[in-house]
């Protein structure tokens, strides 16, 4: 006779008795996975990162393998989501030596921060780093446009002694607004939003951006030359390329007008573009004539990522490794629709949990359908071949993780992100697979704790969502189409299935967890 045998590694007690009792289990592995994500969220804290990169030794710092000497001679300047708690580390650790500073961070940040208790993210009381507010809802304002300006003119008084550090992170090309004469902050505003309702990537936007600005694709850089420039950037675009980050100001580029121009193209703004936009592109010559004539700099800077969506997943996979999961990362660079995100989730699911061998067409599937999300085939082949190895060697319950940024084409009016709603459509995907033993779970967060324009960072599901809404009359379908997660998740179970982690004052995009149960073999 064969008998069916659930083998676990090294799972602990609580994951044995979770498997006899559905609801118990489903709770278990709810926590676990909130548990991973958390640890992917402490792993790009502000703090943490900075302290992970910058070694004191002495009168001397080293960076990335570089050692800079200090003298009295340190300034610091920074933009983005994330830079006040940097800033905070960096003058915990190199204050001694800080002459001055200017950042642009968001509006409001301060007080947050202090409301939630986290007054260690926050500058000391007579520090010497001027702290500026601005950008209002993640656009350029005046507050940010008056932050750039005092931050190039700190850069501009810098010597050759001198060594400038830039703090980066998302949100920073709103805080460093510094638009090309004669654009005008409006126009930039105008365009900047037009791009973003037409739904162009933060890569095309970046790319419009760098070239109608003084600071951003290595103006800051030349602006500070000659000091020593060390830019210290925690990542929030896939693939963490560091022209693109905040629009690179510290990482010199050509910008090529054509390009602008094909890009502005593609979203049919070319024709209403302002004047002024259309008079810089035309201009010819070399992109820093007028600012450093005489300098004959090259503007290098050394540009060290310090925090990433890569680092997040793999301290959450070794977290996951500690709570008894085999982890394995797919990738950090899922992008594109979450409809097609979605379902790769739930054919790497099924593939995961059936008994007998999963069907070719599974495997031929995924490997259709990964690379219109942006996952190579090799992640995926390396994926289905951990996943395989353990539903027939019975390796226990497995824990794969990615992160990026999908994106959600909208066709309602209602209230909602990109995490939630890719929950709730994988929890769909995953209907059926509820079945005993017990399913997956699903995770889906933003790691700036925050999913759209809602309070939530994200939501947990798992295959019995479909059945769950149902008896509450909660209809997923019109959900969808209305574009309503938040509230759908907000009235479902008491909310039970939201992630609300609060303000996590970091940002390297979304994390994705799938938990696997462990397959029970069979044992003749
Ligand atoms: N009702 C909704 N349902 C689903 N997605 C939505 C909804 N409203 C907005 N979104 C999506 O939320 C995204 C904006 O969310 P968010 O404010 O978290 O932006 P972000 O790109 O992550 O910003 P940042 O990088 O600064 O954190 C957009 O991709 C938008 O399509
Ligand atoms: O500020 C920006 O440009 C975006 O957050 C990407 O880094």
């Known amino acids: 006779m064969a008998h069916i045998l659930s083998v676990f590694r090294p799972q602990p007690f609580l994951a044995l008795l979770g498997r006899r009792n559905p609801t118990f289990h489903k709770m278990f592995m709810d926590s676990r996975a909130r548990e991973i994500f958390r640890a992917a969220v402490e792993a790009v804290q502000p703090d943490r990162v900075v302290r992970q990169s ?47 500073g200017v950042i642009s961070v968001p509006h409001g940040i301060q007080q947050t921060l202090q409301q939630h208790g986290k007054s260690h993210l926050l500058l000391k009381k007579d520090s010497r780093i001027k702290v500026m507010e601005g950008a209002k809802h993640n656009l ?26 830039v703090l980066i992170s998302g949100g920073g090309s709103a805080l460093l607004p510094a638009p090309i004469p004669p654009i005008s902050l409006h126009e930039k505003l105008d365009v900047t939003r037009r791009f973003a309702a037409a739904g162009a990537t933060i890569q095309e936007l970046n790319k419009v951006r760098r070239a109608l600005s003084l600071l951003k694709g290595g103006g800051l850089a030349h602006h500070a030359h000659p000091a020593q420039v060390v830019s210290l950037i925690l990542s929030d675009v896939i693939g963490d390329p560091l022209d693109l980050i905040a629009s690179g100001p510290t990482v010199t580029c050509e910008v090529w007008p054509e390009e602008v121009l094909s890009i502005l193209d593609r979203y049919k703004l070319l024709n209403s573009m302002p004047a002024s936009v259309m008079k810089v592109l035309a201009r010819q010559g070399p992109r820093w004539k007028d600012i450093k004539e005489d300098s004959g700099s090259t503007g290098e800077a050394l540009n060290v990522v310090i925090g990433s969506n890569t680092i997040a997943l793999t301290c959450a996979g070794r977290r996951a490794q500690e709570l008894g999961f085999r982890s ?151 959900v969808l189409i209305d574009n309503d997660s938040y509230t759908f998740f907000s009235r479902l179970s008491a909310a039970q299935r939201l992630l609300v982690p609060g303000l996590t004052c970091t940002n390297v995009m979304d994390v994705h967890v799938l938990l696997i149960p462990a397959i029970p073999i069979e044992i003749s």
Not at 65 to 90: D, Q, S, Y
Not at 141 to 149: C, G, W
């Open 140 to 165: 350029p304002d005046e507050d940010s446009q008056k932050a750039a300006e005092e931050i190039k003119q700190l850069t501009s008084e810098l010597s050759e002694k001198d060594l400038l550090l």
């Open 54 to 100: 910058l070694e004191r030794k002495n009168d001397s710092v080293i960076i990335d393998g570089c050692t800079f000497t200090l003298r009295h001679n340190l300034h610091l300047v920074g933009f983005g989501k994330a830079v006040l708690g940097m800033a905070a580390e960096v003058e915990r650790i190199l204050g001694d030596h800080l002459i001055n």
């Open 328 to 478: 394995v990362v797919l990738s950090p660079g899922v992008c594109g629709d979450v409809r097609l995100v979605s379902r790769l989730y739930g054919l790497l699911a099924r593939f995961a949990c059936s008994r007998e061998e999963p069907s070719p067409e599974i495997a031929a599937e995924v490997l259709r359908l990964g690379p219109e999300v942006g996952v190579e085939s090799w992640d995926l082949c390396r994926t289905m071949q951990v996943l395989g190895e353990g539903r027939n060697e019975g390796w226990g319950a497995t824990c794969l993780l990615a992160g990026g940024e999908p994106t959600v084409e909208l066709t309602g009016k209602g209230r909602g992100g990109r995490n939630q709603e890719l929950a709730l459509r994988v929890g769909v995907e995953l209907r059926g697979l509820e079945l005993p033993p017990q399913g997956p779970v699903f995770l889906s967060g933003g790691t700036d704790g925050q999913d759209g324009p809602t309070e939530a960072a994200g939501a947990v599901t798992d295959g019995g969502l479909y059945d769950e809404a149902q008896a509450q009359g909660l209809d997923i379908n019109s």
